[in-house]
Each structure stands twice: as C-alpha cells, then as structure tokens.
C-alpha cells in the first residue's frame, strides 16, 4: 500500500483532476489565472477570525509532484488523455502566491490568499489549500477566545483523543498555540512543531495503586518538581485534597518544594475551587495551583470567572479541537480574474440569487489601516492591485453590511496585508517559528477594539472597497443584468 505520508499530491478533489484534463486538451493550461482564499462569516458569530495554515500550504506547494503509482492510477480510470499524464510526470507549481501571515487578525469578504498560476496549476492546489487554511484558521480563532474568555490564566489544549483524526489532532495543537495556548497534550506536536508538552496523571493512575494517598505520594517522589494531582477520582473534598495536602507536606515540603498543583476535572468548578483553595492556603500551600477541565469552551470559564471560581490554569478538550460549537470555518476558493496574451488582467465575477454568493473580481490587495492616534485597527480596504492608498489624505470607508454609515479616517497609517510567499513557483516567504507566530497573533489582538473583540454582539469592523474596485464589480453586476 501507497505511504500516503510522503507525497499528499492526490489529496485533491477529484473534478481538479477532470478540469485539468480538460484545460490540457482545449490548450487553456497555461492561461493565467487568479484565485482568492477568502471566507463569508465568522465563527461564532466573532467580531474577527485568525489566520493559520500557511506553513503547511508552503510544504505542500514544495512538495508537490505526481509519482508514478499517482499516475498509473489515473491511467486505471479510463477518461485521462496519455498527453495529459505525460504532462503530470513533470508537473511542478510554477506560479504566484500571496497570503496574509499565520497569526494575522482577518475579517469576511477580504482575500486571506490570492494564487496567481497557470489554470491547470491554481486549480489543482484548492483543496488542500482550504484544507490547510479552513481546519487551522478555525481551531485557531477558538482557541483565542478560549484563552481570552480565561483572563490571562494559562490554557493548555487536551483534545487529542477527541480530534477527527491523527492530523486535526497535531496540526488542530499546533493553530490552539498560534491562538494563544500554553502547552498541549499532544506529545508529537512537540516533537514537530515545538508547542510545549505538558501533563501529569489520569484517573486510572490514582486506581492503580491501593489507595489515593500512595498513589499521590508515589507520584511527589517521581516528579518532585512538576506534581500537579487529580483530586476527584472518588471525593474531592473528602478525601482527594487532603491526601494531595498530605503528600505535599510530606515529599515536597521537606525538599524545599513549593510548586505543586491540583486539578480538578468534575463537578461544581466554582464551589470545589473555592473550598479546595480555602482548604489549601489553610494549610500553608499558598503557591499551589488549581487546574480545572472537563468540556470547557470560552462561555464556561468566562462564567467561571463571572463567579469568582478560584483557577489558575484551564486544561480545554473537545470543544476546542473541534470548535464544537462551530466546526466549519468556511473558506472558499474563487476565480477572480485571468490574463489575456498581452498580460493584460481580466476580471471575473460569479453571481448568485445569494448575495452573499456575489464575489469581488480582478487581482487585488489588502490595505490595514491604523489610527496613528492609538494604533488600533480602524478598517480594511480592498484594492485594485495596481491602486496605493495615500495615507496623507482623508479617506471615506463605508460599513459593508450597513453601507448606509461611513467613517472618515485622517490620521491613518496604511499597511498592506498580502505579502509574497511564491514567486514564479520558488518559495521567497521565509517560514516564522510557532513562538514568532504566536507572538505575532498576540501583538494583532492588541491592535483590535475591544468591541471587536465581545463574544457577544462585537462591534461590526469596516471592510470596504476602494471606489475603483465598487465600480468595476458594480459594472459587471450591471452588464450581467442585461
């Protein structure tokens, strides 16, 4: 059997294949085209989403050929020219890419990725492209709300067992650290990506031995210097912290020990963390800390802190390594021009009964603009890609959804969004680290309002067209309609 590992060329949609095919005979393979990677809403109804995936698509993009059992298999279907698979057996990615950086702040409607390649090229990268970018932008973008709903206590994704699958497990770790967790569970993230490992015992630890002391005691003497406890394999308040208590005192106390930590993962979370802190501060282990889990998500812990739950530490499973309440981020991958001969682009525009549905044609850019007063973010502007935004003069940006408000920027600066990741097929995006990243997406949260950032009803960001961009969509809407 195929080693699918090493070579995820196939993992494609299989009308990429029967398109290709069909650009390759009728001489359109190397028509230049456009495609943008953008989304239509964010989820959980948010104020924003993150960007994550790119490092991926990057190893993917590098990596991409057809070997011969690829190609044997494609002869085996029966509908694939011979020229057209002589073809693939040098198949290489040969054109442009551009993307937003992992880490990066987005919002609905704005291109997060434009791939700019010849047709049979930028049509075949699709799938995985929005596999990539799709899976990770949406575990990244709960995990930030997760970590922001805990108040600046450390979270740590647990979600492993729970993911679809060994690569959401790895990769849904690696996008959680992106959006600012701690650590994982997740031993192989570690390995390949660098997000802290982290964890201490399960129930059945505390069942192995003959009773819950010995099993905490024993546990002290192993790991002196990271002994956190779970305390609710049979009664919390009972019998779990005070046996924790005694094997504190007993092994670490006399070391000179004053790290340690319980976690609780059952039960009232605000009424056993505040008894277990009465119970531990009356003992003298003013330093021990309480982590909880148990099927949390950003509304529990933020209800949690709401009624003052004595926590220190949050361990989140299922609920992140799913985005369980929204498990579909939605990205999709759209034709938005071509070039004729001459180089000259065209754009193109496909409409729907759905307004929604309505893309936003020709090659574009992203402008981000920054009140030079606060530094806040105050609106995105999508541009022709021959268009500069001059910074030096007032601009008016108009609410996508309620084009009936404006607001007048003057004292803006203006960065543009999409930076170069593939030219002419060579990657020149030198890849960040995953502590770069999560720094990066730390600094971008910085830059948001803070009515952006409500679970609940956030505050609607302006994403706008550039007045050349409104016309030449509105145009095409209206030759459309004759």
Same mark, same amino acid.
């Given at each position: 059997?195929?080693n699918i ?11 990429e294949?029967?398109? /290709?095919?069909?650009y ?13 990677? *953008? ?5 959980d109804?948010?104020?924003f989403a ?5 490092e991926?698509v ?6 991409? #050929? +057809?070997?011969?059992?690829d190609?044997e298999?494609l002869?085996?279907?029966?509908i694939?020219?011979e020229e057209f698979?002589t ?8 054109g442009d890419?551009? /993307?937003?950086?992992e880490g990066?702040?987005v *919002?609905?409607?704005e291109p997060i990725?434009?791939v700019?390649a010849?047709?049979i ?12 970018l ?25 979600g492993?067992?729970r993911?679809?699958g060994?690569?959401?497990?790895i ?10 967790c ?15 490992a982290?964890g201490t015992?399960?129930h ?5 031995f003959?009773?819950?002391y ?14 956190t406890l ?6 919390v ?15 670490? @106390? ?20 505040k008894k ?6 009356e /003992?003298g ?8 889990s ?5 509304y ?9 739950a ?13 985005s #369980?309440s929204?498990?579909? +981020?939605?990205?999709v ?6 070039e ?7 754009? #193109?525009i ?6 929604a ?17 606060d530094?806040? /973010?105050?609106?995105?502007l ?12 007032p601009l008016?940006?108009f609410?996508?959804v ?10 803006f600066?203006a ?11 060579k ?21 948001v309002?803070d009515?952006? @950032? ?13 007045? #050349?961009?409104?016309?030449?969509k509105?145009?095409m809407?209206?030759k459309?309609?004759?």
């Amino acid at each position: 059997m195929k080693n699918i590992s090493r070579n995820l060329t196939m993992l494609c949609d299989f009308y990429e294949l029967t398109m /290709a095919n069909g650009y390759f005979k009728t001489g359109m393979g190397d028509t230049i085209a456009y495609f943008d990677v *953008f989304y239509r809403e964010n989820p959980d109804n948010a104020g924003f989403a993150i960007a994550a995936g790119l490092e991926q698509v990057v190893e993917y993009i590098n990596d991409l #050929k +057809f070997d011969d059992d690829d190609i044997e298999y494609l002869r085996s279907k029966g509908i694939f020219d011979e020229e057209f698979l002589t073809y693939l057996k040098t198949f290489r990615f040969t054109g442009d890419i551009y /993307a937003v950086t992992e880490g990066t702040v987005v *919002f609905p409607g704005e291109p997060i990725m434009v791939v700019r390649a010849p047709a049979i090229e930028a049509q075949f990268i699709e799938t995985y492209i929005l596999l990539m970018l799709n899976h990770q932008s949406m575990i990244a973008t709960k995990a930030n709300r997760i970590v922001r709903a805990s108040e600046g206590r450390a979270v740590s994704e647990f979600g492993s067992r729970r993911a679809q699958g060994a690569d959401a497990a790895i990769l849904g770790a690696r996008a959680s650290y992106i959006g600012g967790c701690a650590a994982t569970a997740c031993t192989i993230a570690d390995q390949v990506y660098g997000v802290p490992a982290t964890g201490t015992m399960a129930h059945s630890w505390v069942q192995m031995f003959p009773d819950e002391y010995t099993a905490f005691k024993t546990y002290c003497e192993a790991y002196p210097t990271n002994a956190t406890l779970l305390v609710d394999t049979y009664d919390v308040l009972g019998s779990g912290i005070p046996n924790a208590i005694r094997a504190f005192k007993e092994v670490l @106390l006399p070391r000179g020990i004053t790290k340690c930590g319980i976690r609780l993962d059952s039960g009232d979370i605000t009424y056993l963390s505040k008894k277990a802190r009465k119970m531990l501060d009356e /003992a003298g282990l003013t330093e021990c800390k309480i982590v909880v889990s148990n099927s949390l998500d950003e509304y529990i812990i933020s209800d949690l802190m709401r009624q003052g739950a004595k926590v220190d530490a949050f361990g989140v499973g299922e609920r992140m390594i799913t985005s #369980k309440s929204n498990p579909v +981020f939605g990205g999709v991958y759209k034709l938005c021009a071509i070039e004729d001969k001459d180089g000259n682009v065209i754009p #193109k525009i496909k409409i729907s009964e759905n307004a929604a549905k309505v893309t936003t044609p020709h090659f574009k850019k992203v402008y981000r603009l920054y009140s030079n007063d606060d530094k806040k /973010a105050e609106a995105d502007l999508i541009c022709v890609f021959d268009e500069t935004v001059d910074d030096t003069k007032p601009l008016e940006i108009f609410d996508p959804v309620h084009t009936w408000k404006r607001k007048i920027l003057t004292d803006f600066t203006a960065r543009e969004l999409l930076v170069p990741i593939f030219e002419n097929g060579k990657q020149v995006y030198a890849l960040p680290d995953i502590h770069e990243i999560r720094e990066h997406c730390r600094r971008e949260i910085e830059f948001v309002w803070d009515e952006v @950032l409500r679970f609940e009803n956030p505050h609607n960001y302006y994403v706008d067209l550039s007045q #050349k961009l409104w016309d030449i969509k509105n145009d095409m809407l209206h030759k459309m309609r004759k």
